[in-house]
DNA sequence: TTGACATATCGGAAAATAACGATATAATAA
DNA sequence: TTATTATATCGTTATTTTCCGATATGTCAA
């Protein structure tokens, strides 16, 4: 929970976009495999398509976000579904709106 | 009110720093020429002290708040003060909070 | 008007970030 | 086993950020 950390992570419009996605994944995303998007997540194939950038950016960033505590990963055979850390999000506005 | 540019401003150490201490500004700079620097704010040669950089960054530094909409600047005679806008991190704390 | 101080702005060197292609690793399928 | 697919990592170039010194601007005092 370094906030320096997570705000570095924000200040980027494509992972803001990533995390605003996985915010309600079923809107954004098809399903995939039969795997709920909400309780497992969303793998990196089906973001690096919506983000048009390449597959190499798209997991770097993932990693940017899962190493500042934003979202979780999961993997599942040879795909890793990453998902929002609900909590993780409500902290850092709450150390926004007490700490700083 | 963009989004990615406050999460920017807030991205730095320094900046993060100046934030908080214009939070309680009585705890953190000695009075200055009998203004209330909770209502008018602190002026750049003390901010300049405490952060112990130079006075070009600080004041650069500043700006770079100013414009992310952070704080608010008034100047009076050959000082400017500022000050946080109490609103405007409220509002960035809602908006990580709702809308990301 | 000149001098002294406070702040802002300019130009730059070094470090960090953005985004890519190529390649390595991991897991499954044939 | 080998081939294929999904993801991660490496090495790179272009851009942005950090922070500085030098200088410009603005304001007051003598």
Redesign the interface.
């Known amino acids: 929970m370094e906030?320096?950390e997570i705000?570095?992570a924000?200040?980027?419009?494509s992972r803001?976009q990533i995390?605003?996605w996985l915010?309600e994944p079923d809107r954004h995303f098809i399903p995939h495999e039969g795997i709920d998007m909400n309780t497992t997540g969303v793998c990196v194939s089906q973001i690096t398509d919506k983000l048009k950038m390449t597959q190499s950016t798209a997991s770097q960033y993932l990693t940017i976000l899962l190493k500042a505590g934003l979202i979780k990963a999961e993997r599942i055979g040879k795909y890793t579904y990453y998902k929002r850390d609900e909590n993780a999000?409500?902290k850092?506005?709450?150390i926004?709106?007490k700490?700083?």
């Open positions: 906030p320096i705000f570095k924000l200040s980027n419009e803001l995390l605003q915010k999000v409500e850092i506005a709450d926004l709106k700490e700083i």
